[in-house]
């Protein structure tokens, strides 16, 4: 069961039994688990970006590695299981920090103290995609063996 239809499936399958609900938040619990070592990398990734700045408050590189989560949802309008690094809201006025840094093109901003001063900054280039790429294969085979294993206790239960 390796396919978004397939884990469709297996969350129709869930609700149709009685206790469903408590199905459905344990295979989403194993398929987060699963995905933590991939969110670890990441984080990993990002701690690894250089620094040349002051000691600035709040630091970029760790609130972006908080933000860093494996997300699982079965049902709505998206069914799946991702790492996903979601927006910075309240550091230094830069909601999109995770993005701007993984991409190559950096960002543009203001220098402070000079209003009419614009300069590209670059982060550590693909960090997110990089770290993604070396845990890709066992992120997938995790979160398919989680849920192999919850379409096994579904069709024990109805043998």
């Given amino acids: 069961m390796e396919t978004h239809e397939g884990l469709q499936a297996l969350t129709r399958a869930i609700r149709a039994e009685a206790d469903g609900k408590e199905l459905r938040k344990e295979l989403a619990k194993n398929m ?14 990002i701690m690894s970006m250089a620094s040349a700045g002051p000691g600035t408050s709040p630091a970029l590189r760790s609130s972006i590695a908080k933000k860093i ?35 190559p093109r950096g960002w543009r901003h203001l220098v402070y103290g000079r209003p009419d001063s614009w300069v590209t900054q670059h982060g550590k280039t693909h960090w997110f995609d990089d770290s993604m790429d070396g845990v890709k294969f066992r992120a997938k085979t995790a979160v398919n063996e989680a849920m192999s294993n919850m379409a096994s206790r579904i069709a024990a239960r109805n043998r």
Avoid: Y
């Avoid at 987060?32 to 990734?45: T, V, Y």
């Avoid at 909601?95 to 993984?102: D, L, S």
């Fill in 32 to 45: 987060r688990d699963a995905l933590r070592p991939a969110a670890g990398e990441a984080k990993s990734a």
């Fill in 69 to 103: 989560r494996p997300e699982v949802k079965l049902g709505g309008r998206w069914t799946g299981a991702r790492v996903k690094a979601f927006k910075t809201k309240n550091v230094r006025g830069f909601p999109n920090a995770p993005k701007r840094t993984n991409r």
